[in-house]
Nanobody, 131 residues
Framework: QVQLVESGGGSVQAGGSLRLSCAASGRSLMTYCVGWFRQAPGKKREGVAVMDVEGRTTYADSVTGRFTISKDYANNALDLQMNTLKPEDTGMYYC?????????????????????????WGQGIQVTVSS
């Protein structure tokens, strides 16, 4: 299994930017699909962005054009660049690494939240955007 630790969260004013990073250990992320999820207070956790092993990506409609997911192969990490932040982006952000199976397209958010040893989650980090 892979262990994940998020960093880079904090507080920012609306319109600002933050870059989240998720350091992986135990396994190389080269063979994992990866993603970012978030949970706002009082709401269910939702998918933000996912990336398969070939680098294809899917974004939630609410962040398309503002957020960018990427892998940092040199540091065995994944990042989330967040620009033009809005108050509704506030929440706990979680990174996830999903072991790639041959039949798995890795593009379905709900697959990452299934109870499976294929899915490895970080502890989460807070992002707060003030208006």
């Amino acid at each position: 299994q892979v262990q994940l630790v998020e960093s880079g969260g904090g507080s920012v004013q609306a319109g600002g930017s933050l870059r989240l990073s998720c350091a992986a250990s135990g396994r190389s992320l080269m063979t994992y699909c990866v993603g970012w999820f978030r949970q706002a207070p009082g709401k269910k956790r939702e998918g933000v962005a996912v990336m398969d092993v070939e680098g294809r990506t899917t974004y939630a409609d609410s962040v398309t054009g503002r957020f960018t997911i990427s892998k940092d192969y040199a540091n065995n990490a994944l990042d989330l660049q967040m620009n033009t932040l809005k108050p509704e982006d506030t929440g706990m952000y979680y990174c996830v690494a999903r072991f790639r199976r041959p039949w798995d397209p890795c593009m379905v958010f709900s697959d990452y939240e299934k109870q499976s040893t294929d899915n490895n989650w970080g502890q989460g980090i807070q992002v707060t955007v003030s208006s």
